[in-house]
């Protein structure tokens, strides 16, 4: 399930919806413009905000991005979507790239120490461990919080990057920041704090929890799904549902959350070139 080569381009006017604007869709929008894709392409963002790699995409021409105008429903048989505000989308193809979300709720000050997710985290994480193990002239000590594919993971990098790793399977109450000293910017978090006073501290601290895909869009809309969540997918990133795929970690490939298996821009790079296979096709078939 890696990236091939860049397809070549099409001229078909395929039109293509991607549900979700996180790494995964903005990583296919680019893809898909490398690729010289000349059909158009909607992107149908739950945020309000407009961060800068949005904005640069929204400025290609064959791109609209729908700010805060979330997908809420599709309806295969006549290849639409609509969007919360009541919005209707015709497609040809259609990307689900919903993300996933936390199981459970924030813990309080989690905003403050590296957190891993997918694999797509593992370069960031390493790259908070070589900042502190500099600042400390010495390896580091890590407390990891979290079980399961995503904590085996990020313990994974941690020990690569020389990190002696403590983990923990109890979810702390509170996370504690580093103490400053002197004219150290050290920011990272050090230490948890559990429900029962109890605590650990180190020198840094990850946190890896369980997630569960966002799935519910592509489940009302009769896609098959996981038992354990996610949008079930074939190699080539196709649902059971024709003209439907899904990349990110709104996907599971063999009952694994996609984020865990392959990195976003790998993803979008395979699923680029089946797109623009798909599109370059349909006109053929529709004179058949």
């Not at 997918?118 to 000590?141: C, F, S």
Request: proline share 6%.
């Amino acid at each position: 399930m890696s990236a091939p080569a860049s397809s070549p381009s099409t001229s078909t006017a395929a039109r293509i919806v991607i549900a979700g604007a996180g790494p995964a869709a903005q990583a296919l929008v680019a893809q898909l413009d490398r690729a010289r894709f000349t059909g158009t392409v909607t992107v149908l963002s739950n945020r309000d905000d407009t961060p800068d790699e949005l904005l640069e995409l929204a400025m290609l021409p064959q791109v609209s991005v729908r700010f805060g105008q979330p997908a809420s429903h599709i309806d295969p048989a006549n290849r639409t979507v609509a969007t919360a505000d009541g919005m209707e989308f015709a497609y040809d193809h259609l990307v689900i790239a919903t993300g996933s979300a936390p199981v459970a709720g924030p813990v309080d000050g989690a905003a403050q120490c590296l957190s891993y997710a997918t694999i797509d985290d593992a370069p960031r994480v390493a790259k908070g461990v070589q900042k502190v193990a500099r600042e400390l002239g010495r390896r580091p000590v890590g407390i990891l919080v979290g079980t399961g594919a995503a904590a085996g993971q990020a313990e994974a990098v941690l020990r690569a990057k020389g990190v002696r790793p403590i983990r923990t399977t109890a979810r702390p109450a509170a996370i504690i920041p580093a103490v400053v000293s002197g004219t150290s910017a050290r920011q990272a978090a050090s230490a948890v704090v559990f429900e029962d006073g109890s605590s650990m501290t180190g020198d840094l601290v990850v946190m890896a929890e369980e997630r569960v895909s966002r799935d519910g869009l592509a489940a009302s809309a009769g896609l098959q799904t996981a038992p354990g969540g996610g949008i079930v997918i074939s190699r080539d990133y196709r649902t059971s549902v024709q003209g439907i795929w899904a990349i990110g970690d709104a996907a599971a490939f063999d009952g694994v959350r996609l984020g865990l298996l392959v990195a976003a821009a790998s993803a979008a790079g395979a699923c680029a070139t089946q797109l623009l296979s798909a599109a370059a096709e349909a006109p053929a078939l529709q004179a058949a």
